[in-house]
């Protein structure tokens, strides 16, 4: 059993959802987290070797295509290095970016809501959002206009300078759409007009924000200095206007027109100028790495011996409650009797399984297996199940 993730960047956001995870999880026993943003699709999961085969082989045929090539694998170690790299902001657009934390919390959350995640990847993924904490007051990795809204805001007013001035459309109101609202709010941007197919939603975000609504219509995007457009539609739309497309896949296409691409190039950019932060950042996160694992080891063992000495008590907890039986019958009725039976049993079953304890804590993991499994077999004939 190991971490193991895959990362599809190439692939529609919209083509991996919660609801084809959970049946992924019903056929194949793997805990799984997904984690989706504006540039990267990954797949992390906890299990064997040959599940996690079968589950790049259903994405396989869900898909109908093959697309587990065309992405990254990566497991064990590399796991765990690749969550904290994450999470510190080293694998974003935007080197250092905050949004990415926000981002993995949510997704473990909608991971366990629907059921596919575990302890293990649960672990995992609440130990990297501690780390890219730690590295983020540690160094100087996040300081000054970081992530990829941000980013493309920047991209517009070195275009055209202050955008306060402007005419400025927002199209899309979904999560980019309201991440562009608020940065275009608090940079004092106050002619911002919101454009969505459900114009409700778009009527709800301006009003939040005192811009205003309009109705969706793409034949109008001329009118304004600057469009950002965060939409899916199925095909391509050529057009003269100034457009910020932040769309996966691209909607637009034009002399006009930034791309999420061009947006990443300019967080290349940025990435130049946090390279010294960026390389205490990785020493910081190597440090992290081995920690974890020790972290790691002491957790899963507390959750085998906790399944063992939960068995262990509840059979110590029936022989004290029968013997108290018996002692009844015999006209022996006394607190202070369940006391000292209570210590009796309790210290018997210490010095009974010190022995043990010190043997496990000293093992390879190897032996620490082979000797949970004999406890199990000998405390409840197999009926208890691994953590």
């Known amino acids: 059993m190991s971490y193991k993730t895959i990362g599809l960047k190439e ?22 987290y997904l984690l989706q943003t504006c540039n990267r699709v990954e797949v992390y999961a906890f299990g064997s070797e040959e599940d996690f085969q079968a589950l790049l082989n259903l994405l396989n045929d869900l898909h109908g ?46 991971s366990k809501k629907a059921g596919i995640s575990g302890p293990n990847l649960e672990f995992l993924i609440t130990e990297a959002i501690k780390v890219g904490r730690r590295v983020r007051i540690a160094t100087g990795i996040s300081k000054g206009k970081v992530g990829t809204y941000v980013l493309a805001v920047e991209e517009a007013k070195e275009k055209l300078g202050d ?45 939040k924000y005192g811009f205003k609504a309009v109705p969706f219509d793409l034949s109008r995007l001329e009118e304004f200095d600057v469009v950002f457009s965060a939409i899916d539609y199925p095909q391509k739309i050529r057009t003269n206007a100034f457009v910020i497309d932040l769309s996966v896949p691209s909607v637009f296409e034009g002399p006009r027109t930034i791309t999420l691409a061009d947006i990443e190039r300019r967080g290349i950019l940025e990435r130049t100028k946090r390279m010294s932060e960026a390389y205490e950042a990785s020493k910081l996160i190597e440090k992290y790495v081995n920690e974890f694992f020790v972290k790691f080891s002491r957790f899963t063992d507390g959750r085998a011996l906790s399944v063992i000495m939960t068995r262990v008590e509840d059979l110590r907890r029936r022989e004290v409650e029968r013997a108290l039986r018996e002692l009844a019958k015999r006209g022996v009725e006394d607190n202070y009797v369940r006391e ?10 210490k010095k009974i399984f010190d022995p043990f304890f010190k043997a496990y804590y000293t093992s390879t993991e190897r032996e620490k297996e082979l000797m949970l499994e004999i406890v199990r077999k000998v405390l409840t004939n197999g009926n208890v199940s691994s953590p």
């Open 65 to 110: 295509k093959d697309v587990v090539h065309k992405g990254t694998v990566l497991k064990g170690r590399e796991v765990v290095r690749h969550a904290f790299e994450v999470a510190s902001g080293l694998d974003s657009l935007a080197i250092g970016e905050y949004e990415i934390l926000r981002q993995m919390k949510e997704a473990l959350e909608s």
């Open 163 to 207: 955008l306060k001035g402007r005419k400025v459309l927002v199209l899309g109101a979904g999560e980019i759409g309201s991440k562009l609202a608020l940065i275009l709010y608090n940079e004092g941007v106050k002619d911002v007009f919101l454009m969505n197919r459900t114009f409700e939603k778009a009527e709800a975000l301006a009003a």
């Open 340 to 349: 000292i039976l209570d210590k009796m049993t309790m210290s018997l079953i």
């Open 11 to 32: 692939l529609e956001h919209y083509s991996l959802r919660y609801d084809a995870f959970k049946m992924i999880s019903n056929l194949i026993p793997l805990e799984l």
